[in-house]
Structure formats: C-alpha cells, structure tokens
C-alpha cells in the first residue's frame, strides 16, 4: 500500500534560500537534459508520410561524437544472482549505443560528472536529487515516445519556464530522517540542506516506511511530500457482495454534479462559484496592470493564492461528499470515465479547398472547461480512497449508452445532452434523465460478479435477453 502524505515545511532563511537554488538548478539541468534527447529524437526521425522540407540543424554524427561508446563501471554492483556471485563488477564495459539506439539514461547518469566539472555549484547537491531529474527526463520522453495500453502517448515534452518547474525529489528517504531538534521541534532531515522545521501534523502510521520525500514550490510557501508504504498492507479490496439494498449507482454530470439512485440531487456548492468570481475579477484587474511591475507581481501572488484555496476547497467537499455517500450502503457503482478522452480537442477537418471547417471545438470548449472545473477524475480517486479506509467497495461499469437506456426495460430512448427529461415509451417510465442513468448504472452494475468484470448496458441487454427465452416454454 502506497500512500501519500503532505506536509508544510517551515524552513530557516538559509534554508530556503538552498532549496529555491537548488530547484532552479534541477530546472536547468532538465531542461538541458531534454534538449539533449529531443536534438537526437530530431535528427534521427523522418515522418512516414514526407520528405521534410527542414533538416535537423544538429547533424547527428555531432551527437554521437559526444557519446562514449562504453561505460565501465566504477564499482562492484550489489545485486547477486542465485549463486552468490555478483551480477555487475567494477570493470565491467557496456555499450552506449545499442543498434543506433542510445542509452540515454546511463548516458546521462554517467554525464553528471562532467556537469559537476563544469558547473562546480551542482556539487552542493544532494547526488540522488539531481539523479532524481534525468529520471523526471526520462519518463517525460517515455510518455512521448512509448505509446500507453489505449495506444496514446503525450504531446512533445516542453521545456519548463521558472514557474512551471515547482519539485525535486529525494529518491531514498526512511522513517530515520525524521526526527526532533535540540528545542524539541519536529524536523526532516533532508541531507545537505539540514533539519528542516516541519509541521508534523499527522503521524506516519505504525508498520509504514518513508520512500520519497519530494520538496514542492506552492503559492504559500514550500510542501514536503512523503511517499509512505507498507508492503504488509495489500491493496485490500472488500469482498462484499452488492445487492439492491446495500448500493447505489452514481451518475456524474455537469448540471448536478451527482445524482444517486436513491434519488438524491447532489449540486454544486456555492462557495465555488463565488471563488471563481473573485478569481475572474482578480484577473480583469491583472490584465491592466503592466506586466513585472510591482503591483503586478502582488496580484498575480494573489491569484495563485486563490487558485490553491480553490483547490483545496473543492478537495475537502469532495472528501465529505465521498463520505456523505457511503453513509447509508456499502458498494458504489460508477461509471468509468475516461475524462482524457472528454477534454482532448476534436480533431481538425479540412474541406476540399484546403480551408479548415468547423469541427465542434468552440462548442465544445465551453463544456470541457466546466468538465475540468468538476474535476471528476480526482473525485474518483477521492471515493475510492475513501472506500478503501471504510472497506466498502467501488464498482465501475461500462458508460456506453447509460445516458440512452431505460433503466426499468432497458429500451434505447435517444436523447441529446439538452433534453434533460427521460420519457419511456415501451414501459411508461417518467424522470429526470440523470436519475435514470444513476438508477441504471446500479442495475448494469449489480451484475457484475468479478473483481475486474466490467459490465455494460449490453450485457444487461443480453442478460434479460437470456431470462427471458428462459421463460418461456
Ligand atoms: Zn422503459
């Protein structure tokens, strides 16, 4: 069980100044470590379908001429295979470049050396956090290059701007590096920075080890986050069986944020609102401002302050929520929503004369706006959290057609997002669109009998289906 805690760091003056140096540093060596990846993914790729018309700038012999063909390691390694004898030993040569390929992360891993070299400030470091960032670098190039199981990958990595490059990480924390200093004040020890005076309010629970402790920039000042785990704890799922009296299907919406099959409309609240028109006059009054002037900077502080309380509002009402609706039943269904998919923008149509047409995107701007606004997808992880700590259960089922089919007969009613009201006309069924999705969902999902078994309208469909060629003689 892996778990994440977050806690405010009150750094000493000296401190502070390290760890703001320090994350400028990683920020910079990122950013060098991505361009050194891109220029070579530049200059070794050819679209399929063109010749291009602009080269590479780097030829690629530069790159590789930068490359050594060999590590040699410099120390035994510590891993030992069945027989006692060590897998890795120092001497050891291995090449850098595999069939043209380069292994950059070794590569990369091995360059530090040079950078210290070159750049004596990143000897102030801690070896592992700088470490940290060409393994940050390489997972941002695998989310590029690698496509995910949907066969989808992330759009071209971006350099990071000072404000958009906000962590580090100590790979190798433990419980050890939390301790209490001489005036007895809790404290992380975070090597080469020192005890860090922290707020400790919420203790590490007993059997769980510290991992990764990462340091975070937020608007009002610096955050450590820990990642904690406890390898005796499995992610336990409960065991229970659903039945109609101890679940409920949920439906999750833009005009109510939730609608129960118990019938309850669950909107959301106004305080949000009121934030966001705060916010957006905040914003108005930015906009006149001269840009990097000091009244500027105030009121952009401002607003970064108002962002985090926005954010931290609608996380506290959505823990509630969570719990509010586990109150009175024991399994939730849900849909499974894969809001990536929601918010991606509709692809561009070309009409015969080469001019673009309208593709829906300004229309559908408005909606995807509001979808992240719901942020729907923490909320998931939000209700399943929760269920895990109560030992309920979270059920998702398939979305397709639940906004389309009735739930009492299962007959398709088509209706366009407007049409807000769902009329039967097989089985006479009346109510609000939303309430017969949630009703269904709980339906479609009391189905299901496996852990991973996702259940849809169509095996409701083929079930009743079956039941009722049962019936009959
Ligand atoms: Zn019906």
Redesign the pocket.
Known sequence: MLLKYKYKLKPHKRQAVIISNWLEMARKQYNYRLAERLNWFEATRTPVSACPLNVSVVPVERIYQNIPEFRVQTRDGRKKDSNGNLITRKGDKYPNIINGYVVWETVQLANLAQTKKLFPEYKSMHSQVLQDVIQRVQTTMDNFTKPDKNGKTTGRPKFKGRHYYNSFSYPQLSNANIVKNANGRFCINLPKIGLVPFVYNRSIPIGFKVKIGTVIRAADGWYISLTIEDKAVPLRRAEIQPTEDNSKGIDLGLLHYAVTSDGEFIEVPKFFRKSEHRLSKLQLRLAKKLKHSKSWKILKAKIAKLHQLIARQRLDWQFKLAYHLFNDCQVIFLEDLLLANLVRRCKAKLGDNGQFLPNGQSANSGLNKSLQDAAFGKFVQVLEYVAWKLGKRIIKVDPKGTSQ???????K?SKSLSERWHS??????ELDRDYNSALLIQKIGLLSTQEEDITSVKTAVSFSLAEESRALP
């Open positions: 089919h009735c739930w009492e007969c299962l007959n009613v039967c006309p097989k089985c006479g069924q």
